[in-house]
Nanobody
Framework: QVQLVESGGGAVQPGGSLRLSCAAS????????MGWYRQAPGKQRELVAE???????NYADPVKGRCTISRDNAKVTVWLQMNLLKPEDTAVYYC?????????????WGQGTQVTVSS
């Protein structure tokens, strides 16, 4: 099993910045993609950004140019730096990690951390 623990959420004014962290623990060998999803009230969970173990990144259009994802493979930790935050960025942010297991990619989720952008 893989456990993901997020930190760094909170409340910030529009235009502000936050840095989210997610550390994996447990059976962490072989973890490939790590990333962040978010879910706003009444909306579906959506991808924010992801990064593979090889360093390839993918960003959702709404956050391109404002967010940077990075990771430390040795520590199996991923960060999301969010700048120029907007009220529409308000959501619960979930850390995600996946790993091939017996030919199937299995996904793991953190418990989520709240990000609120409001004046």
């Amino acid at each position: 099993q893989v456990q993901l623990v997020e930190s760094g959420g909170g409340a910030v004014q529009p235009g502000g910045s936050l840095r989210l962290s997610c550390a994996a623990s447990g059976s962490i060998s072989g973890i490939d993609t790590m990333g962040w999803y978010r879910q706003a009230p009444g909306k579906q969970r959506e991808l924010v950004a992801e990064i593979t173990s090889g360093g390839r990144t993918n960003y959702a259009d709404p956050v391109k140019g404002r967010c940077t994802i990075s990771r430390d493979n040795a520590k199996v930790t991923v960060w999301l730096q969010m700048n120029l935050l907007k009220p529409e960025d308000t959501a619960v942010y979930y850390c995600y990690a996946d790993r091939p297991e017996w030919g199937v990619v299995r996904g793991y989720w953190g418990q989520g951390t709240q990000v609120t952008v409001s004046s």
